[in-house]
């Protein structure tokens, strides 16, 4: 059903490369995936990535959307309604209840990867009484109508500028992967979610989609990042910096570029979530470092309903 499923998404008004089979399906052999489709009248309105997972219980079984990726949640088409909705919601909690399985988990797309108004599942949680387990912080500016840079980060980009630093895209997988590696390591003392590997097969498959750019002086390379594009959104995935590169603002000087010339006006412009990967609670330095580009809060919410 892949051609299907991959179709729906390309039309849906909250569709993203990440729900395309190809990318879900590059960690099957660790995820237990059971997506589920769901028609109306024989007519395809709704798509769920979802897989199963070990529940509160060891004997029990949870319902996930989506642990594997940024994000999961229902994809729809712009027909969804509130009351459509809530019938697929009431649709899948007797599905899940025949299977005995306990939870749903549920972390819905933030609205600034919808196309067209897609908050029909956000009110069908609320009906069916489910509970946020947990909230990120994310940071997102919208292209030519955000607040601008604030002056100290103009003046860092600046500094930057003047000491040569240029900004290119880059190739090298295996130099960027061990800068990333390095950085989140010394920062964090985390490590990324994907794996060499993994990387190297989704840069290949989209490659319109996923690139990198790196932050120069001559032909050193001093910082660099890793975008996701969907139709709405530019996200940075996972950034990369050494010593000099922090000491040079190299990465600011990315961000810059990034809203210069690849972030065109109307589109959002996604930092990323600024939790710390350790303990889970808000990084205030690196979330003021983002909302000195003029960024502000997008949450991420993961919802829990259970079904009795």
């Not at 008004?13 to 052999?29: A, V």
């Not at 920062?187 to 990387?199: M, N």
């Not at 990967?277 to 003021?288: F, H, K, M, S, V």
Request: hydrophobic residues 40%; charged residues 25%.
């Amino acid at each position: 059903m892949q051609q299907r499923w991959d179709h729906f998404v390309s039309t849906a008004k909250n569709g993203h490369f990440m729900f395309l089979r190809d990318y879900m399906d590059y960690h099957g052999d660790r995820i237990n995936d059971s997506s589920l489709l769901f028609e109306n009248k024989g007519r395809l309105v709704g798509l769920l990535p979802a897989h199963l997972e070990k529940g509160e219980k060891r004997s029990e079984i949870d319902l996930v959307s989506h642990a594997g990726l940024s994000f999961g949640g229902f994809i729809t088409s712009r027909s969804m309604n509130v009351s459509l909705m809530l019938k697929i919601f009431s649709v899948l909690a007797d599905f899940m209840r025949q299977r005995d399985w306990k939870r749903l988990i549920y972390t819905p797309s933030p609205y600034i990867y919808h196309r067209y108004p897609a908050e029909e599942d956000l009110y069908a949680l609320w009906a069916h009484s489910a509970e946020v387990v947990t909230t990120k912080v994310s940071c997102a500016l919208l292209a030519g109508l955000s607040p601008r840079l604030n002056d100290s980060r103009r003046r860092l980009c600046r500094k930057a500028r003047e000491m040569g630093l240029r900004i290119e895209p880059f190739f090298d997988l295996d130099r960027f992967y061990d800068m990333v590696c390095r950085w989140l390591d010394k920062r964090h003392g985390a490590k990324p979610i994907h794996s060499l590997e993994e990387i190297r097969y989704l840069a290949g498959r989209f490659p319109d989609n996923i690139k990198i750019y790196g932050a120069w002086r001559g032909s050193e390379l001093l910082a660099a990042k890793m975008t996701f594009e969907s139709p709405t959104c530019l996200k940075l995935q996972y950034v990369g910096s050494t010593e000099e590169g922090l000491e040079s603002s190299a990465m600011s000087l990315i961000n810059e570029f990034l809203l210069q010339l690849h972030v065109p006006p109307g589109k959002w412009f996604d930092l990323g979530t600024s939790m710390d990967p350790g303990t889970g609670a808000l990084d205030r330095q690196l979330i003021t470092h983002k909302e000195s580009f003029g960024a502000r809060a997008v949450l991420i919410r993961t919802y829990q309903l259970k079904i009795n």
